[in-house]
């Protein structure tokens, strides 16, 4: 079994910042890649950013320059750093992890998501 719990989300005035967090727990025996989308109200979900484990990253143009994706191997957690909050940030932003279980094979993982508000 094989758990995501975020935090970080809330709201915050534009121009602010805000730091999610994602914490992998359970039988897991390798993680290849964590990344964190989002979805706003009306719109398809999106991916915002990835980070390999090999520490590779990759971001939506929308973000690029204000997000930062990191992660820390030894506790199975990623961390979304984001930074010159916009209005067109708003979403619920989840946790996707794709990793392999000790008993269950490769799989992907959904985290509950977080609700991020920007506006004044």
């Known amino acids: 079994q094989v758990q995501l719990v975020e935090s970080g989300g809330g709201l915050v005035q534009p121009g602010g910042s805000l730091r999610l967090s994602c914490a992998a727990s359970g039988s897991i025996f390798a993680i290849y890649v964590m990344a964190w989308y989002r979805q706003a109200p009306g719109k398809q979900r999106e991916l915002v950013a990835v980070i390999s484990n090999t520490g590779s990253t990759n971001y939506a143009d929308s973000v690029k320059g204000r997000f930062t994706i990191s992660g820390d191997n030894a506790k199975n957690t990623v961390y979304l750093q984001m930074n010159s909050l916009k209005p067109e940030d708003t979403a619920v932003y989840y946790c996707?992890?794709?990793?392999?279980?000790?008993?269950?094979?490769?799989?992907?993982?959904w985290g509950q998501g977080t609700q991020v508000t920007v506006s004044s």
């Open positions: 996707n992890v794709d990793l392999v279980g000790v008993t269950t094979g490769r799989l992907v993982y």
